[in-house]
Every structure is written in structure tokens, then in C-alpha cells.
């Protein structure tokens, strides 16, 4: 049985850090690509970051400031999205969902979505 399992997600201050785990069940992540979306409110959903099938790691969001760190680790079948220097803009449902091999592509080419964690930035 295939599934993803976020968790993490909660209340924390401006300029907290904050670290999410995506747990993934039933299959391998060799062959696979993880990607780690958001949506917040009235907005569309987004890619933050997306991890390959050979490790490799592609920045969509605030990638100068290098506030979001993608990692996974293969032991555990767990790809994790460290969060540093939070804003309330970064309020949000996080979800992840996988995608065969790479990361290039649409949001409509990943599948088996979790059910997301949700990630509130306020004083």
C-alpha cells in the first residue's frame, strides 16, 4: 500500500525554524521524485522544493535566501523540508507527492498526495 505521511506542521513565531517530515510507505524512493508543495489561502498551490530519485535537490522558493532545505533520508524512506527564518507569508497546508525519476514538470505530474501538515506563522 502506497503512501505519503507529512508531519511537523504547526504554530510558530516569525523568524522560528521549523522541520517536516514526509514519511513515504510502499515503494522505494530510488525511483522516485519527492516534492514538497504548499497552499495557503486564496492562493494557488506552489512547489518549495523537490528532491530527485538520486538525491538531488531543485529550490522553487526563496532560493537566494536559502531558507528552505530539502534532505531525504533512504534508511527511514523519509525526505524532510527544513524551514528557517519563517514568515507569515509562508502560512500554509504543506504537502508532499511523488513523481518516477525527476522533478521536472507540472503539479499534475505528482501523485499519491498526502494528506498535508498545516503551518501557521504569527506573533
Known amino acids: 500500500q502506497v503512501q505519503l505521511v507529512e508531519s511537523g506542521g504547526g504554530l510558530v513565531r516569525p523568524g522560528g525554524s521549523l522541520r517536516l517530515s514526509c514519511a513515504a510507505s510502499?515503494?522505494?524512493?530510488?525511483?522516485?521524485?519527492i516534492g514538497w508543495f504548499r497552499q495557503a489561502p486564496g492562493k494557488e498551490r506552489e512547489r518549495v522544493s523537490c528532491?530527485?530519485?538520486?538525491?538531488?535537490?531543485?529550490c522553487n522558493v526563496d532560493c537566494v535566501q536559502g531558507r528552505f532545505a530539502i534532505s531525504r533520508d533512504k534508511a527511514k524512506n523519509t525526505v524532510y523540508l527544513q524551514m528557517n527564518s519563517l514568515k507569515p507569508e509562508d502560512t500554509a497546508v504543506y504537502y508532499c507527492?511523488?513523481?518516477?525519476?525527476?522533478?521536472?514538470?507540472?503539479?499534475?505530474?505528482?501523485?499519491?498526495w498526502g494528506q498535508g501538515t498545516q503551518v501557521t506563522v504569527s506573533s
Open positions: 507527492a511523488r513523481k518516477s525519476w525527476g522533478c521536472a514538470g507540472s503539479s499534475g505530474d505528482y501523485y499519491d
Open positions: 510502499g515503494f522505494s524512493l530510488d525511483y522516485y521524485a
Open positions: 528532491i530527485t530519485w538520486n538525491g538531488a535537490s531543485i
